[in-house]
């Protein structure tokens, strides 16, 4: 994961649909002129006071600064950010909901640190236990969470690397699920701005990374006391338009964040890792981001789910069927030049029934000044059921007629 990342997108994003090799097109349909940023200069050298840093657009992923972005270090709670990505995929999956009680366990509740100060037998749903991991960086609220989905805080952490692995994320391992200090625990700038561009894709993370004060009662039944959550985050006071993520901090580790930030249809993620004080963090980040919010623009060109209009299949009932985008498309752009990528779909020859919802039947495929850039999957809005003969009949007489 050595190689370096190429500042530029360059291109214009565009969304295209995978085809089984050698699949033919059909018809085609075009959109209009989106945009598209130029070949970039060399990143600057913005000399950020940090062991590692990274700034990342969240819309396309292109890295747009870096500075030891590779260097295993550390993290400290930002592996947090895992913790939480694992849980909300687990509700994705539907394995869990949000509103499902945990019981905490006497090892969650002696974790230490940055708690929210849990009895054991005590009860709490997902939904809280998020709230205290996003907020307040809670320790005992990680192994909580880690032994309702994993059954034991070791197994979740083998889902943690293997969810890292995934995501290419390979100067990184996990020993624990919320940071304390252990050997052979480490991640770097680079890979955590990968987890964290995961993480928010999840809207049901969304307020609990920007809620600055909440309460929860905690305490067995009959002895509950109110506890306050502070959002140990202060980008979130301090930056316009900040939408997360994750503070870090160890004697080790040194004092790390994961902030992010959204302006437009622009959203950036920017790393600093082993900073010597906390202002320094803050600041260093935000110039990340001021930096990237002044030199770049983004432009969305579809919502996942968005229509693409129609494309006929043979042998079908109906005849014809609805064409989406199945990913949410942004495109990263320099400042001033936002109008010069097209876009074209492409369907499929010869589609045949049945189809099933979210096959995939074309491509969209974006253009700058003519020259194709990037590809991203259309696939089927809905279901195409065989026709009955009676149907087929039909049609071949109107056809004969």
């Known amino acids: 994961m050595g190689r370096r990342r190429n500042l530029t997108l360059c291109g214009l994003l565009v969304l295209c649909l995978l085809a089984a090799p050698g699949a033919a097109f059909g018809e085609t349909a075009t959109g209009p002129a989106i945009s598209g940023p130029e070949q970039e200069a060399d990143m600057p050298d913005l000399a950020v006071a940090a062991k590692g840093a990274v700034l990342l657009d969240a819309g396309s992923g292109t890295v747009l600064y870096e500075q030891n972005a590779y260097e295993e270090l550390p993290p400290a709670s930002i592996t947090k950010i895992m913790t939480m990505l694992l849980v909300l995929e687990a509700e994705d999956a539907g394995k869990i909901t949000l509103e499902d009680p945990v019981t905490i366990s006497e090892r969650a509740a002696g974790m230490g640190g940055s708690q929210m100060y849990m009895e054991p037998g005590e009860t709490h749903t997902i939904d809280e236990l998020l709230m205290g991991m996003a907020m307040a960086s809670a320790n005992d609220a990680c192994v909580a969470v880690a032994e309702y989905v994993g059954g034991t805080e070791e197994i979740f952490v ?69 506890f306050g959550l502070t ?53 260093e980040t935000m110039r990340l981001l001021d930096y990237g919010f002044a030199t770049y623009a983004g432009v969305s060109v579809a919502e996942a789910g968005d229509l693409l209009g129609t494309v006929a299949v043979e042998k079908s009932d109906p005849d014809q069927i609805t064409v989406a985008v199945e990913e949410e498309v942004k495109v990263l752009v320099k400042k001033g030049e936002e109008n010069s990528v097209t876009w074209e779909a492409r369907f499929f020859d010869g589609l045949q029934a049945p189809l099933a919802e979210g096959e995939p039947v074309g491509e969209l495929v974006l253009f700058q000044n003519g020259e194709e850039t990037e590809r991203r999957q259309l696939v089927a809005a809905e279901a195409a059921e065989r026709a009955g003969l009676p149907e087929l009949y039909r049609r071949l007489l109107h056809t004969l007629v």
């Open 158 to 226: 083998e889902m943690m690397n293997s969810r890292a692995a995934e995501l290419g994320m390979e100067h990184t391992h996990f020993v624990n699920t919320n940071g304390l200090p252990a050997a052979d625990h480490y991640s770097c700038a680079c890979d955590i701005a990968v987890m964290s561009r995961e993480l928010l894709k999840h809207e049901e993370i969304a307020g609990h990374l920007t809620t600055w004060m909440a309460e929860l009662n905690v305490g067995l039944p009959g002895k509950e006391t109110s």
């Open 231 to 283: 959002n140990t985050n202060r980008l979130i006071k301090r930056y316009s338009g900040a939408t997360g993520v994750k503070t870090g901090f160890t004697q080790d580790a040194g004092y790390c964040l994961s902030g992010s930030a959204a302006k437009g249809d622009l959203s950036l993620i920017a790393v600093v890792l082993g900073c010597e004080s906390t202002e320094i963090r803050w600041t």
